[in-house]
């Protein structure tokens, strides 16, 4: 069964520096995303993706934040100078449009990001 | 989007089916019912999702009310692998964009 992957599964650094996650997406899918989960609280949207560009994001995606479609297959979330409260689980998700509004969304296991 | 409304935790035992409910009230016509969960720290699991219809699938059924304001998600004989929180989303987001809310509790237990 075709699956989301991502890398690392747990990345640690420091305050300020800058991390790149990345993600391999089902290779049919049209629709890309990035979310986060603070630990134990609910996990929240950052952006969408589609078609090179995104479509929509939220309020958390500042211009720290960053996505990229580098080549056919990956598609990575950088975040350029990270914040200890950017510490969470990121978690990718790519989709199928089923037509009449219906997207059938599938997440990869996420990555643990520590911002010490 | 649709606001939803569940349950915080719910036990089942372990073989019997586990009924799980969600209001969406303000569900609009064209805003589809999905279902995931969230097994410990792991991405969330797809199960099943509906517009008006009922919806079975290898995981789970999904009834619907006629007037489309509630639904429930049936695991027909729950196994301890189903401990974990359940997720009912009421969107039609042009992009596919979740909002995940608190969610349901639920522990399978022997």
């Known amino acids: 069964e075709p699956e989301v992957t991502q890398t690392p599964s747990h990345q640690v650094t420091q305050m300020g520096q800058e991390v790149i996650l990345r993600c391999v997406p089902i290779?049919?899918?049209?629709?890309f995303y990035w979310y986060r989960q603070i630990l134990g609280q609910k996990v929240e949207f950052l952006v969408s993706?589609?078609?090179?560009?995104?479509?929509?994001k939220s309020e958390i995606f500042d211009d720290q934040f960053s996505v990229e479609r580098p080549d056919g297959s990956n598609f990575t979330l950088k975040i350029r100078s990270t914040k200890l409260e950017d510490s969470a689980m990121y978690f990718c998700?790519?989709?199928?449009?089923?037509?009449?509004?219906?997207?059938?969304?599938?997440f990869g296991p996420g990555t643990r990001l520590t911002v010490t | 989007d649709a606001k939803t409304t569940q349950p915080p935790s719910m036990d089942c035992a372990e073989g019997r089916a586990a009924n799980l409910p969600c209001n969406h009230s303000?569900?609009?016509?064209?805003?589809?019912v999905y279902w995931y969960r969230q097994i410990h720290s792991q991405g969330p699991q797809y199960i099943i999702h509906?517009?008006?219809n009922n919806e079975t699938n290898e995981m789970a059924s999904l009834i619907i009310t006629e007037d489309r304001k509630s639904s429930t998600l049936i695991l027909p004989h729950a196994t301890l692998r189903d401990t974990a929180v359940y997720y009912c989303?009421?969107?039609?987001?042009?992009?596919?964009?979740?909002?995940f809310g608190a969610g349901t509790q639920v522990v399978v237990t022997p």
């Open positions: 989303i009421a969107t039609t987001d042009s992009w596919g964009k979740f909002q």
């Open positions: 290779s049919n899918h049209l629709y």
């Open positions: 509906g517009l008006k």
């Open positions: 303000t569900i609009s016509g064209n805003e589809y």
């Open positions: 993706f589609y078609n090179n560009e995104i479509s929509e």
């Open positions: 998700a790519s989709s199928a449009f089923l037509g009449q509004g219906a997207y059938e969304q599938y």
